[in-house]
């Protein structure tokens, strides 16, 4: 299996914080990698290093992408490489448009000198089907950006454009928090769907609820901006019944 | 969202930084008349026996001189300290005659408009256009239907020269030089600029520009434009005022009456983009009578001051009016903006909506008033005032003012702040977009609900001057 993903001995500093204290992980293509932790673990806090958030620094490590180091490169060039990150908790943009954005996004891929106006209509079709697919219903489209967008909402929405965006590498910031059931059930139908397509999949989450849908390959466990254990879906359910208590004390 | 609304957004999303990258440069061009230092009555006087004025304009001069000496200096005004107006021309000429043709224009000159669009879209979408350089009139055309449909028009100047016998009635009579200091300046100093009369029921499906260009350093540009709509007339008007980059500063004290009888229909464009070295103050007043309608619509890009509150007098009963002021302000700029909204009559209605940016420093103020005073029953103003700002340097503020005597009438206010976050543009580069691109989205978004409700014509002037502008535009903020 190709590796996709590269983290090597991570320190990140924010907000003059050191809060990962030397992070090693390694995501393969048609992998499933879930990262648990308790909160404050520091989970959050790799996927925006990884995606390159500024006042993220990182001071001692690296990450490789397909064997390429991209922790100079600024986000908007990851995510053209094809990192994506389906955020915790998006941010409201008021005053855009959700269709605005998917369209701007899209455009933008396909070297659209005009970001505002959709050159391709196949895509249209495209986004009925996935919003379809994610349980959301097409008004979504003229809302403002995740405003007012319910937990369950904003989280199919950051699906939906996983699916539409077609990245190599998909980092999920907990897909599955704020959702009922029936929506943790589609999401996980996504997820292997996406893996089915060769994709690689960081699945962070501090609940092992969504294991009961999609079973990850690989677990890391992060405690206190350190990785605390490394297993299989066995660590995951272990963690489950028992608790963090099992990691810190190895 | 239409086409122009898009294309706009892109442009001002791109950058903000006006007259820069304007290409325009400021080069000699050839002047007749130049007066300056002490503004004394001798001054004044020439000033009218130059232009050949009858005598009532003179003694409107000379009231207004011996007003300016009276009143005293407005404090609160920004930007005051800088002016001083003894180390300015306060009359330029520049050497030409009206021209009704673009060829007719001297080179130098001509070129200026051009770089500007200026003859394009007069081509593409005007009844008329009229240009002012410095303190006359350089151009002016009108389409042959104008004059067939018995519309007046032509430079302030010459209708003044011709002594129209309207003129007396209206001028400076909706904004009378005792207003202020900077009014009654005008009033002494004034040049340049557009006279419209719109017969009964003519409307003007195309709009007419004035287009007012300060050519150099150390000057005043005080033109006067005066539109009056006749009963339920329609018109359309676009003010465009630019100026190249130069070393120095120079003063804008222009002023814009309209008076829109019974039913009538004035729609009033600025697009405000001077040079980062343009001072500018103006004085914009409409009076609406009963079932007319004023929109001010106000794109004020560049100056390093602006200072300017187009404001009505909704006279009579169901007048409406509607100001829609988009400022940005970036770099070491101030932009005092407001609308002022008088409702005089019984069910007349006011909507104002401010959008104002500050990036780099930038200052936004808004001051704006609305008055209902008791009588004008069951009267309704809205206000929004909506700023957004991007970074920790830059600032705005909202000094709302309502005087309401109505008990029947109905005033809202809404007013938002709203902050470039780093969440929202980590947001849209994790997706691709660039730091401009997603700055652009956002304030796209701020200005959605403005930009949908803004005149075509608008969009379309706007966006060639901004073209112009931000070409090889940096990043905002
Ligand atoms: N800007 C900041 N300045 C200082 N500390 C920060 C900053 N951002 C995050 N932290 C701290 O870093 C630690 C890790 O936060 P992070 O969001 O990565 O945790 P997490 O594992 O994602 O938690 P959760 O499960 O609650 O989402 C926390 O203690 C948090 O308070
Ligand atoms: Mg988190």
Redesign the pocket.
């Known amino acids: 299996m190709q590796t996709a993903l590269k983290v090597q001995n991570l320190k990140v500093r ?4 050191e ?1 990962l204290k030397g992070v090693d992980l390694e995501l393969n293509y048609g992998e499933i990698h879930a990262v648990m ?10 996927a925006y290093t990884i995606m390159g958030r500024e ?1 993220y620094e990182i001071v001692e490590g690296d990450i490789l992408f397909d064997g390429v180091s991209i922790k100079d490169l600024p986000a908007d060039e990851r995510a053209l490489r094809g990192l994506f990150l389906g955020f ?1 908790e998006p941010p409201s943009i008021p005053g855009v448009r959700f269709s605005t954005f998917l369209i701007a996004v899209i455009n933008k891929r396909m070297g659209a000198p005009d970001l505002t106006t959709l050159k391709d209509p196949k895509k249209l079709r495209e986004i009925y089907n996935l919003l379809n697919e994610v349980g959301l219903n097409r008004s979504v489209l003229s809302r403002e950006l995740n405003v007012g967008f319910s937990g369950g909402e904003k989280k199919r929405s950051e699906m939906l454009q996983a699916l539409l965006l077609d990245p190599k590498v998909i980092i999920l ?2 897909p599955d928090s704020g959702l009922d059931v029936d929506g943790v059930r589609k999401i996980a139908e996504i997820i292997k769907e996406l893996k089915a397509k060769g994709k690689a999949i960081l699945l ?1 989450t ?1 609940y092992a609820r969504l294991f009961n849908f999609v079973e990850p390959d690989k677990v890391t466990v ?1 405690v206190d ?1 350190k990785v605390a254990a490394t297993g299989g879906p066995e660590l995951a359910h272990m963690i489950e019944e028992k608790g963090y208590q099992v990691v810190r004390q190895q | 969202m239409n086409k122009g609304a898009i294309k706009l957004r892109e442009e001002l999303l791109k950058g903000m930084d006006a007259v820069d990258m304007l290409g325009l440069t400021s080069k000699p061009y050839k002047i007749e008349v130049e007066l300056r230092g002490k503004i004394t009555r001798d001054v004044v006087e020439e000033i009218s026996r130059i232009k050949k004025e009858p005598d009532w304009m003179r003694r409107l001069r000379l009231r207004s001189l011996e007003l300016f000496e009276k009143l005293p200096m407005p404090k609160w005004v920004p930007g005051i300290e800088e002016i001083d107006l003894e180390e300015l021309a306060y009359y330029v000429k520049p050497e030409a005659t009206i021209a009704k043709n673009w060829d007719d224009l001297p080179k130098e000159i001509r070129e200026y408009y051009e770089k500007l669009g200026i003859p394009e879209a007069e081509a593409r979408f005007l009844a008329g256009l009229y240009a002012v350089m410095d303190s006359e009139t350089v151009y002016g055309r009108v389409k042959d239907a104008l004059k067939e449909k018995g519309i007046v028009i032509m430079s302030m100047d010459e209708a003044v020269q011709k002594d129209l016998p309207i003129l007396k009635e209206y001028f400076m009579r909706i904004f009378p030089p005792s207003d202020h200091k900077f009014a009654a300046l005008h009033g002494a100093l004034w040049s340049g600029g557009v006279f419209m009369y719109v017969p009964k029921g003519v409307k003007i499906p195309e709009p007419i520009e004035g287009f007012f260009l300060i050519g150099k350093a150390y000057e005043g540009q005080f033109e006067h434009t005066l539109i009056i709509a006749d009963e339920g007339s329609y018109v359309n008007f676009i003010e465009g005022c630019s100026a190249p980059r130069f070393a120095g500063y120079s003063f804008h004290d222009g002023m814009v009456e309209l008076y829109a009888h019974k039913n009538a229909v004035i729609k009033f464009t600025t697009v405000q983009n001077w040079s980062r070295n343009v001072i500018n103050y103006n004085n914009k007043r409409a009076i609406a009578e009963s079932g007319a309608r004023v929109d001010w619509f106000e794109g004020s890009i560049g100056s390093k001051i602006t200072v300017t509150y187009p404001s009505t007098i909704l006279k009579g009963e169901g007048a409406v009016s509607r100001s829609m002021v988009v400022s940005l302000s970036k770099g070491p700029v101030i932009k005092d903006t407001g609308s002022k909204m008088i409702h005089l009559a019984p069910r007349t209605r006011s909507r104002i909506v401010n959008k104002t940016i500050s990036a780099g420093g930038g200052v936004n103020i808004y001051r704006g008033l609305i008055k209902i005073i008791r009588g004008a029953k069951y009267s309704q103003a809205d206000v929004e005032c909506d700023s957004l700002i991007f970074d920790d340097k830059s600032k705005a503020h909202t000094y709302p003012h309502n005087q309401v005597d109505e008990p029947t009438a109905q005033v809202t206010h809404e007013a938002t702040t709203g902050r470039l976050s780093e969440p929202q543009l980590f947001y849209l580069q994790s997706r691709g977009l660039g730091e401009d691109e997603a700055k652009s989205l956002i304030v796209l978004g701020f200005l959605s609900d403005i930009l949908v409700e803004l005149p075509f014509e608008y969009l379309n002037v706007l966006n060639r001057v901004i073209q112009l502008e931000f070409k090889e535009l940096g990043s905002v903020g």
Do not use: A, R
């Open positions: 924010v907000g003059g914080k809060i932790g308790p909160n404050g673990s520091g989970k959050s806090t790799l006042g915790q910031d907990e962070i501090h992060l901006g």
